[in-house]
């Protein structure tokens, strides 16, 4: 199958012809395909920032193409706003680009910047705000009478509501708390598996990328230092943790035991997984 | 050991904003005491009141009812103001907001300018306050173009020069990366180690608990846990149903226990959790 | 875009002009000022000029960035020059309808253009050289009499260099805020001027939110560090006069001085 997105050697390069020339982005190639969670983690200043807001036509290649749907999305730069609709962003803290009335006006703003009215129009926003859980009488209140996690969940909303065929997310979870944190990764998993989305996630947290995610995107120092499934990538624990990375604490603990001359898998991300293998592990020994 | 925070059924509400609405109230009754040099991690939900509980260490709220008290100055007193809030200096959360100057150490020496502090001596204090946080090289650098670790750093150093003999960190590491957070809190820790200084870290990451003295959980205004780490984080149910999450290592040796092995609850570290583990599988 | 703005910059360096005392440099640029308005001659501007070059030699300030501070203010200085061009009463030496260039107008207008030129570019030495915390400071000591009367100096002079401080902040702000909004399909640049001013209100609503937010939390930050107001405050680098602070200013005075009587004397 044709990957939905589509990057073919990109870079960016900040500030050309000035002192202060780097690039932000070199050489990335990698594709995305139709239906895939995708997670890409890295280091501040590892280019992940800049990557992403390649891919929805905000910043323009300093060379290297982005395929959407096998088109490069600067064929035709008048376009562009087109490929924003397709191509939805969040960014972080979207709670603090708020700025209507209410709620459902927010929400509304990016499909009344397609054209769309009336039913359509209501249609759109009513869904998007189900699917993140905000409820049919908070629409028509301010949106900054709400909490924190409730902000960004109109945030996210608001995106949502574009129907977007990629959804990318830089660091949903960033300054919740536990319970707010898990209540958005389940509203983005629900709407990844029920809308079949594909959706990209920027993150920190080794965590939650490895528990939440069908692949994971390394990025060091404006390079894809690795890709794969989690399983993939986590076999390499070692050369993440040399590149500066972090891994899960839980398969840290794999790696630990098997240090301490366990037969443990290291390429372990979930404490499920772990606990499994280590049960059999006992069973194995009562068996002798 | 002294005492160097004392709250006494300590209470607060916020007044309703409109006409109409109820107040919230966000303290119902703390009695605490934290012991002079002590590392102590107030975990909890937003909304339990933790950062509440801070605000009122310094004067910056006053309670509705009981009292605060630092090193014996209740914080009521409008005479002990500017002596309570340079015993407890405080770090917040968005680091863009809490530096006031554009070069790194004009912003350090901020603090001692507002007591009136001598020239020499604010020099001396800022050059140690930078030292201590590992800033020295930054000291005449646009704070707008650090990091969010460094810039936290900054903040932490601006408290440092008031010569504090408490740190309350109220959820300073909440918008950091993962280097920021380890930088700010190995900054924390050192600060307590080498200067006996007393902090009183503010969060809802449960691995920043780990190394404390105490781990105090807010709920719903109240103190619902208190004590070492270890004796917090093995009550797994508790901490769950109060909306927080144990680290990975516990809730391993939870399910494991559950599924009949004898282990402890009790080893947070990576290394603990698996010399655990190895030694009830041999 | 909003990176370009140049407004406060400073360019950090070690001259004699960025060790001048910010009240003598303060002075000085009034000094100079008076100069400006008094000069009327050929000889007087020919002063000026010279002022103006040995000044920005001395504080080795590129030409470039000099002439950069003047793009926001072209459309004046073009605006200015063909008013007084155009429509200066005189000898005309041409006219067509009710416009004329009279031989007077020629001088009106050079004039004017030079001096709003050799201003903006004085004032901007004054920028390039003195960060603003320094500059707030030496406002704040200049107009330190003025607070027996009541006027709140120290305040305005705090008010300042945080308004100094949290101008990066907000334009990076402001970019963010951009970039998400065209996310959501925001259009700034088609559309008519009504259309334009409209689509700002996405950009502006969530930006003051911000900064009332940022002021709220930055007064708490300041109450926690002891900020009481401007009583019994110290500095971590007060500001003293040096010697050559005399001399600088004394130089100027004089240069001034020699630019009025110049004019009286019609040179």
């Known amino acids: ?288 | 050991m002294s005492t160097i925070l004392q709250t006494e059924n300590l209470q607060y509400i916020y007044p309703a904003v409109e006409e109409g609405e109820g107040a919230t109230v966000a303290l119902r009754g703390v009695d605490l005491k934290i012991e002079k040099g002590s590392f102590v991690v107030i975990l909890g939900h937003n909304g339990s009141g933790k950062s509440t509980l801070s605000k009122t260490f310094n004067a910056i709220l006053l309670p509705s009812a009981g009292s605060v008290y630092v090193e014996g100055m209740n914080t009521d007193d409008e005479e002990h103001l500017l002596d309570i809030r340079r015993r407890v200096g405080m770090v917040f959360q968005n680091p863009d907001n809490q530096i006031v100057s554009n070069v790194v150490e004009e912003d350090v020496a901020f603090a001692p300018e507002n007591l009136g502090v001598p020239t020499a001596e604010i020099r001396q204090r800022v050059d140690r306050a930078l030292d201590a946080v590992g800033m020295v090289e930054f000291a005449q650098h646009a704070p707008h173009l650090l990091s969010g670790g460094q810039k936290q750093r900054i903040a932490i150093a601006g408290v440092i020069a008031m010569e504090p003999d408490c740190i309350v960190l109220d959820e300073a590491t909440a918008m950091l990366d993962p280097t920021g957070r380890r930088e700010v809190l190995s900054t924390a820790h050192w600060l307590n180690r080498e200067k006996g200084i007393t902090v009183v870290l503010i969060t809802h990451h449960m691995n920043e608990a780990e190394d404390a003295d105490r781990v105090i959980v807010m709920d719903d205004g109240k103190i619902a846990m208190d004590g070492a780490p270890k004796e917090v984080f093995v009550r797994v149910e508790e901490l769950r149903s109060l909306g927080l999450t144990v680290p990975d290592t516990v809730d391993l040796l939870d399910r494991l226990r559950r599924d009949g092995l004898d282990l402890p609850l009790d080893a947070l570290t990576v290394d603990a959790c698996a010399d655990a583990v190895a030694e009830a599988l041999r | 875009m909003l990176k370009d703005i140049t407004l406060g910059q400073y360019f950090p360096g070690d001259t004699i002009a960025h060790r001048l005392d910010p009240r003598t440099k303060l002075l000085l640029v009034v000094l100079y000022i008076v100069g400006l308005f008094c000069a009327d001659s050929g000889l007087t501007y020919g002063v000026m000029i010279a002022v103006f070059l040995t000044c920005a030699r001395i504080s080795k300030v590129g030409a470039k960035a000099l002439v950069r501070g003047l793009k926001p203010v072209l459309l004046i200085i073009i605006f200015t020059g063909i008013l007084n061009l155009f429509f200066t009463p005189g000898d005309y030496l041409f006219q067509f309808g009710v416009l004329h260039i009279s031989r007077q107008g020629i001088k009106l207008a050079v004039q004017m253009v030079l001096r709003i030129m050799l201003l903006i570019m004085g004032t901007f030495l004054l920028t390039y050289t003195t960060s603003p915390i320094r500059l707030t400071d030496g406002l704040e000591r200049l107009l330190g009499g003025l607070k027996k009367l009541h006027v709140p100096v120290h305040e305005l002079a705090m008010m300042m260099s945080i308004a100094l401080r949290f101008i990066p902040t907000l334009i990076e702000e402001t970019d963010k805020i951009m970039s998400a909004q065209k996310a959501r399909g925001a259009d700034f640049e088609s559309g008519n001027l009504f259309h334009k001013a409209k689509a700002l209100i996405p950009i502006l609503v969530p930006l003051f939110i911000s900064a009332f937010r940022r002021a709220d939390e930055l007064a708490v930050a300041m109450e926690c560090r002891c900020y009481h107001g401007g009583e019994g405050r110290t500095k971590l680098n007060p500001l003293k006069y040096a010697a050559r602070d005399y001399w600088a200013l004394a130089c100027g005075a004089a240069v001034t001085a020699g630019v009025i009587v110049l004019g009286r004397f019609g040179f």
């Not at chain 1, 990764?185 to 996630?201: E, F, P, Q, S, W």
Request: glycine share 10%.
């Open chain 1, 1 to 288: 199958m044709e990957p939905i997105l589509k990057v073919v050697h990109l870079t960016h390069i900040y500030g050309t012809g000035t002192p202060f020339e780097r690039s932000a982005v070199e050489d990335m190639s990698f594709d995305v395909a139709d239906g895939e969670f995708l997670g890409i983690i890295g280091h501040t200043g590892s280019g992940k920032s800049t990557l992403i807001q390649h891919l929805n036509g905000l910043l323009k290649p300093s060379s290297g193409q982005i395929l959407l749907e096998g088109k490069d999305i600067w064929a035709e730069p008048k376009k562009i706003r087109d490929v924003r609709f397709r191509v939805g962003l969040v960014f972080q803290y979207p709670e603090y680009q708020l700025f209507e009335e209410t709620v459902y006006k927010d929400i509304a703003f990016g499909p009344t910047n397609m054209g769309k009215t009336g039913d359509e129009l209501d249609c759109c926003v009513r869904e998007a705000a189900r699917l993140v859980g905000i409820r049919d009488d908070q629409l028509e209140k301010s949106p900054f009478e709400l909490s924190g996690g409730q902000k960004r969940r109109v945030a996210l909303a608001g995106v949502l509501a574009m129907q977007p065929r990629v959804l990318i997310l830089d660091e949903p979870t960033a300054g919740l708390d536990p319970a707010g944190r898990e209540n958005l990764l389940a509203n983005i998993r629900d709407y990844h598996r029920n809308k079949n989305g594909t959706v990209i996630m920027v993150s920190h947290s080794m965590e939650e990328v490895a528990q939440n995610v069908d692949r994971i995107l390394v990025l060091k120092s404006a390079r894809v230092l690795m890709q794969g499934t989690p399983k993939d990538v986590f076999c390499r624990a070692d050369e993440l943790l040399s590149a500066g990375l972090d891994v899960p604490q839980i398969t840290r603990v794999a790696m630990a035991l098997k240090e301490r001359g366990l037969a443990v898998d290291p390429a372990v991300y979930t404490t499920e997984a772990l606990e499994r293998q280590l049960l059999t592990l006992r069973k194995g020994a009562a068996g002798c």
